[in-house]
C-alpha cells in the first residue's frame, strides 16, 4: 500500500469525521467543501487512488456510495453536561461563572465529535426553535467554549439585561446583534452589542429519538 499524499489523508480523514458526525458517507461536493479543494475532478481523481489502495469501496450509481474499509479504532471522550440552553425564548441558565461548577451529567462521545478540542462542554436544548437547523426539543449541544464568534455560527447567547440564555444564530447589523432562530414561525431578537456575550459556539448534536 502507497503512502497517501496530504491531499488525499486529509480527505480520509474528512469523510471518517463526516460519517461519524451524520451517520451517512458524504458526496463529492461535500468532500470539496470540507476540504477545500478547487474541483469534483480533482476529489474524484483522489478518491480513485483511495479505492485503488484500499481505503475505500465506492458505488458509482449512489450519490452517497463511499465505504470507507479500514476504520481507525474509535476513541471516546468524556464530556460534562452542565446546563440547559433555551432554544426558544430565553430562559435562565447556569452563568459563565457557575459553568464551571460540578457537571449535571456526564457523557461519552467520541472523539470524532470533539476532534481534540479543549474546553468542550455539553447543554441540553429546552424548546423548538431551531428545529429548521436540526436541533430539537430534548437534544443535547456540544458547545466549544468561546467568547466570540462569526456571523452565521450556532451560540449560547447570554442576554446580560435579562440574566438569561439562548441558543440561536449570531448575526452582526450595524449597531446591533440579531439572534436568529431557524423556524419560520418565530422571530428574531435583537439586542445592541454590549447588551450580549457569547458563551460558546456549537460544535455539534446529538440527537434524541
Known amino acids: 500500500m502507497k503512502a497517501l499524499s496530504p491531499r488525499q489523508r ?3 480523514n474528512f469523510m471518517r469525521r463526516f460519517r461519524e458526525e451524520k451517520d451517512y458517507p458524504p458526496t463529492i461536493r461535500d468532500i470539496v467543501k470540507g476540504c477545500g ?4 475532478s480533482v476529489v474524484d481523481y483522489n478518491l480513485k487512488v483511495l479505492e485503488r489502495e484500499g481505503h475505500i469501496r465506492r ?3 449512489v450519490s452517497r456510495g463511499i465505504e470507507l474499509l479500514h ?7 468524556r464530556v460534562p453536561v ?3 440552553i433555551a432554544a426558544g425564548e430565553p ?5 459563565s461563572d457557575t459553568w464551571d461548577t460540578e457537571a449535571m451529567d456526564i457523557i461519552e462521545v467520541s472523539s470524532g465529535l470533539t476532534q481534540g478540542r479543549d474546553g468542550v462542554y455539553a447543554l441540553k436544548v429546552k424548546g423548538t426553535s431551531m428545529v429548521d437547523a436540526l436541533v430539537n426539543d430534548g437534544d443535547i449541544v456540544l458547545m ?3 467568547d466570540t464568534a462569526e456571523d452565521g455560527d450556532m451560540v449560547a447567547a447570554w442576554l446580560k439585561a435579562d440574566g438569561e440564555a439562548t441558543l440561536k444564530k449570531l448575526y452582526r447589523e450595524r449597531s446591533r446583534i440579531r439572534l436568529q432562530p ?3 414561525q418565530m422571530q428574531p431578537i435583537y439586542v445592541s452589542p454590549e447588551d450580549v456575550e457569547v458563551q460558546g459556539k456549537v460544535i455539534g448534536v446529538i440527537r434524541q429519538v
Open 10 to 12: 486529509r480527505m480520509l
Open 37 to 40: 479543494i478547487s474541483s469534483t
Open 59 to 61: 458505488d458509482r450509481e
Open 71 to 77: 476504520k481507525e479504532r474509535r476513541t471516546m471522550v
Open 82 to 84: 452542565i446546563g440547559y
Open 91 to 95: 430562559i435562565p441558565v447556569p452563568t
Open 144 to 146: 466549544q467554549q468561546a
Open 182 to 184: 431557524a423556524n419560520s
